[in-house]
């Protein structure tokens, strides 16, 4: 009976390791990943952003809806706000050095918040992932955190980036934002 029970004890505090193994890969995980609803500027939903450390990087999910259709610049923004109809309180691109260069396209480029330009088809919805060696979540490798003291943004503009003009590629107007947490 005591080799039964002892065998017992022994299999639940296993699982229970296992368990709390389990749920601090979770944590850790979860730790790792910011979310955020994507606001459009008449400060309705329009749909959500996840940001995943990744290997040298983050990966970027966008999800929206009700978006005008065709190309618009997208950025990292320095700041946890986006108070709609212009979004301006997600301050500038996210950045590690001054001056901030913008443009994947300039040999001097010193923005981390720079990213591929985004599709939105016809019916004003757009999903994609994006890839990023600028930033990271907790600021791995010397890389801008994205979750610091005032946050982070991801903001979608009214035009596409040329990826060269300065100090924000041409794309115009802060059409949507989603407050990374």
């Known amino acids: 009976m005591r080799a039964v029970l002892h065998k017992t004890l022994s299999v639940l505090l296993l699982s229970g390791t296992i368990i709390g193994l389990s749920q601090a890969q979770a944590a850790e995980s979860m730790a790792d990943t910011l979310t955020g609803s994507l606001l459009g500027a008449d400060g309705k939903s329009h749909g959500t952003v996840t940001v995943t450390e ?28 986006c108070t709609p109809p212009k979004f301006t309180s997600a301050g500038g691109h996210v950045h590690a050095v001054m001056p901030v260069v913008h443009g994947l396209l300039s040999p001097n480029a010193t923005d981390a918040g720079d990213l591929p330009n985004l599709y939105v088809a016809s019916d004003g919805s757009a999903t994609v992932e994006f890839y990023s060696t600028l930033v990271s979540v907790q600021g791995a490798e010397g890389r801008p955190a994205l979750r610091d003291a005032d946050g982070s943004a991801l903001v979608i503009h009214a035009s596409p980036d040329d990826y060269k003009t300065q100090p924000i590629g041409g794309a115009g107007a802060r059409i949507a934002c989603a407050v990374l947490q």
Do not use: D
Not at 63 to 74: F, K, Q, R, S
């Open 54 to 81: 990744a290997p040298k990087g983050v990966l970027l999910r966008v999800v929206a809806e009700g978006l005008a259709p065709g190309w618009h610049g997208i950025h990292f923004h320095e700041k946890g706000s």
